[in-house]
């Protein structure tokens, strides 16, 4: 596709359990980013990935948090044990390289009951 | 810390208006600034993007501008539309491998 593609747009999961959100960049971007939105909130920053470098993880909340990065290309954004105050937007963006225009997702929407 | 700030939080203005919208960032040693639009339950779209050297940047109806030493930048909607109406969001880098930094953004009603 043309766009930064996220999936899924929408998850409704129980408390305590683990989530997978995947983001595929456009194609060719070297910078890949995670950003949370929760309501009335700003973006949160979680964590970047640029090329093969190791990945800038200074925004993620706490170790129930990971992400990973396969090829350089499709990021997996993995949330254990998920609680409540974990409900937000999370949304992926890319971009050519550091520091270029950033694109962004249409965000997956976490809700935790 | 960099910290980013916008003002006015809402926004409302008849059709037609040119209005301006506020940022200002505590670290003025920047990399660039970018602006973004968001309308509901969407993602981000951006709009500009302003390198550190640089004072504007335009586009269509939109201009934005960049003072570095006062930290500021301001976005100019000329001649606005209802379908101006959306977020607008205000983020800037502090170095080229950096993540950006976002206010918390205007959020912009144009009435017909």
């Known amino acids: 596709g043309a766009g930064v593609s996220q999936s899924p747009s929408n998850k409704v999961t129980e408390k305590g359990k683990d989530v997978e959100l995947r983001c595929d960049p456009i194609?060719?971007?070297?910078?890949l980013y995670w950003y949370r939105q929760s309501l009335g909130q700003g973006l949160e920053f979680l964590i970047y990935?640029?090329?093969?470098?190791?990945?800038?993880k200074s925004g993620l909340p706490s170790d129930r948090f990971s992400a990973e990065r396969t090829g350089g290309s499709v990021s997996t954004l993995t949330i254990q044990r998920t609680q409540q105050e974990d409900s937000a937007v999370y949304l992926c963006?890319?971009?050519?390289?550091?520091?270029?225009?950033?694109?962004f997702g249409e965000g997956s929407w976490l809700t935790v009951v | 810390k960099q910290e980013v700030t916008q003002i006015p939080a809402a926004l409302s203005v008849p059709e037609g208006e040119n209005l301006v919208l506020n940022c200002s960032f505590t670290?003025?040693?920047?990399?660039?600034l970018q602006w973004f639009r968001q309308d509901p339950g969407k993602g981000l779209t951006s709009l500009l993007l302003i390198q550190s050297s640089q004072r504007e940047q335009t586009s269509g109806r939109l201009n934005a501008s960049l003072d570095k030493s006062s930290g500021r930048s301001t976005l100019y909607i000329a001649a606005s539309q209802p379908g101006d109406s959306a977020t607008y969001l205000c983020a800037v880098m502090l170095s080229g491998n950096t993540p950006l930094v976002f206010g918390k953004g205007t959020r912009l009603s144009v009435i017909a």
């Open positions: 963006a890319s971009s050519p390289w550091l520091g270029n225009t950033i694109y």
């Open positions: 990935f640029q090329g093969n470098s190791a990945p800038d």
């Open positions: 194609s060719g971007h070297t910078a």
């Open positions: 670290d003025s040693a920047i990399y660039n």
